[in-house]
């Protein structure tokens, strides 16, 4: 079954820097690739997706990258703010079963 | 809309015992699953349901654990006896299919603690 690695576990940036997480999965079937934000004691919620036939996608401060060949993919947050601090999973799912894989997640701590 | 609906959000238990997680998901969504996040750890599928049938239930314990989704709507999951290291928070979530791409919302999260 598909493997999602992630890292690094923790990330600490100053208010104003760039953050990046990088993931890397092993089924080369994987065409779906969400990032998840996670505050502390709420709901997983999707910030950013990225299918396979895309190599990067951007929305606002957020961007995601994805390189098929290295099966891997970053996410990469720019002019970062303390409201940013929460744990970042990656995610992967294979066509026609959307059996999501988690990384095991990044914290981020934005210092003001 | 109204997101994917859990309760109780909080529980504690001895071990041994037996507990029921309720979930209701988004309305019109065929797809629902239940994770299971240890403290720290990113969440695990335990089972997957299309409609009121089971697509994908690989990594559920079948010796001490359950989950229902009779109607097709709401599910639940069980855990019976219960061990130590079933503490984690256990989530529901749902897509509208199953078919990859489709967003999986999550609800707040049944949290567990057993003693």
């Known amino acids: ?112 | 809309e109204a997101g994917v609906a859990q309760s109780p959000r909080y529980k504690i238990i001895e071990k041994r015992q037996s507990v029921a997680f309720w979930c209701n998901p988004i309305s019109g969504h065929a797809t629902l699953y239940w994770y299971q996040q240890i403290l720290g750890q990113g969440p695990k599928l335990l089972i997957q349901f299309q409609n009121n049938g089971v697509v994908d239930d690989s990594q559920l314990p079948k010796d001490r654990f359950s989950a229902e989704r009779l109607k097709g709507v709401d599910s639940t999951l069980k855990i019976q006896p219960a061990k130590l290291e079933d503490s984690a928070v256990y989530l529901c979530a749902s897509s509208f299919s199953r078919n990859s791409g489709n967003t999986i919302y999550f609800g707040e999260g049944s949290w567990l603690t057993v003693v």
């Open chain 1, 1 to 112: 079954g598909e493997n999602v690695e992630q890292h690094p576990s923790t990330l600490s940036v100053q208010e104003g820097d760039s953050a990046v997480i990088k993931c890397t999965y092993s089924d080369s079937a994987s065409n779906y690739f969400p990032w998840y934000k996670q505050e502390l004691g709420k709901r997983p919620q999707l910030i950013i997706d990225i299918r396979s036939n895309v190599g990067e996608k951007k929305d606002q401060r957020i961007a995601v990258t994805l390189n098929k060949t290295a099966k891997h993919f970053s996410l990469h947050i720019t002019e970062t703010q303390p409201e940013d601090s929460a744990v970042y999973f990656c995610a992967a799912s294979v066509p026609n079963n959307n059996d999501m894989r988690f990384g095991a997640g990044t914290r981020l701590t934005v210092k003001p």
